[in-house]
């Protein structure tokens, strides 16, 4: 069985390549057959050779990382292990844990010392399906499965990665409460995310900014639970803050804008003393200092949040499963495996007339020719 996979070769350098999918899963791991991937604001750095990891771009590579896709074949262990069986659809993590190292058997395996990723390994390696663009990707033992509701659509499915981000930014790092008043920095997929996450823990004001051309994802994020929203461009974010806020300043910030340090710089002024601000967005190798005194003199909680956990991802597949959000508005764009280039400038912003917010990737889609679904 043979199986097409988008292949990045270099910056800006993509083709369609076909791989021979392996007669038999490997030990401890499933064939799975991908039914949609999510598109990451990675993919585009790793697309334009600004990734600030040097690890994400290791071409010839099939990217894609936010994984749902159908069990074509299983080994039994992992059958016992996951707790799905072939037809079963799932998310599938991007990170692989090797399951030897002291973090991975203190159950913390997201600061595994030896993964591997889906994305981030060479094609010359193996099958060379280690990526989510593509028909079929061969599931390695240390994987992370989840089962998808069957109410849940592929494209909603597809925004688990992002979904279980806003919760770990959220709920985990920012400690979001009952009563706070957060500042989201960005409305993007991962910032509307965290605006519904808000509103499920029962914040009292969601403040979500964006800029002028965002007009439309402001207005669809009180959809998602904001309160209020700020034109950063027309309006002062740290004054609208403590104008909602009656003076006393956001008890959480959570800044998901990617290279924006003014960004961060607002969310410090913005929240009160004692007060959390959560970094997520990654803010590049140039980033410019930050107000650090402003951090030190107000005692400030200044906090790191990359990627996500398996409770926050739990937390998101179940959301999606409720159904209290309308996260089919966020998929604005949806292309085959034959006009994946053209998806991943979309959630880059290249395409004139075109805004984006959440992308996704269905390999089985007939070409449209750079059009969408």
Known sequence: MKSRAVVMTAPRQMELQEFEVPDSPPAGG???KVLA????????????????DPGHATFPMVPGHEIVGEIHAIDPVAERRWGVSVGARVA?????????????????PFRCVDFMGYSK????????????????????????????????????AAYWNALSNSFNWGREAGGITAGDSVLILGCGQRG??????????????????????????LELAREFGATHTIDVETQDTVAEVKRI???????VAVDSTPRSIQATVDGVRSVRRWGTV??????????AELMLDEVVLRSIRLQGAAGRTDTSTRMALEMLAEGRFPFHKLH????GLDDAEYGIRLLGGEIPGEQAIHVTIAPWLAPASGGTR
């Open 92 to 108: 599938v993590e991007g990170l692989v844990f090797c399951g030897q190292c002291t973090q991975c058997h203190f159950g913390d």
């Open 30 to 32: 499933a064939i799975l």
């Open 245 to 251: 806020t009656g003076g006393r300043g956001a008890d």
């Open 192 to 217: 509307l995310g965290v605006a519904a996450v808000a509103a499920t823990l029962g914040a009292r004001h969601i403040i979500v900014t964006g800029l002028t051309r965002d007009a439309y994802k």
């Open 37 to 52: 991937n999510g598109v990451c604001g990675s993919d585009y750095d790793i697309y334009t050779g600004q990734a600030d």
């Open 278 to 287: 959560v970094v997520a967005g990654n803010k590049g190798r140039g980033a």
């Open 332 to 335: 604005s764009h949806t292309v």
């Open 121 to 156: 390994t060479k094609t010359t390696v193996g099958h060379g399906l280690w990526g989510g663009m593509a028909e079929y990707l061969v599931l390695q033992p240390g994987s992370r499965v989840l089962p998808i509701a069957d109410g849940v659509s592929d494209e909603d």
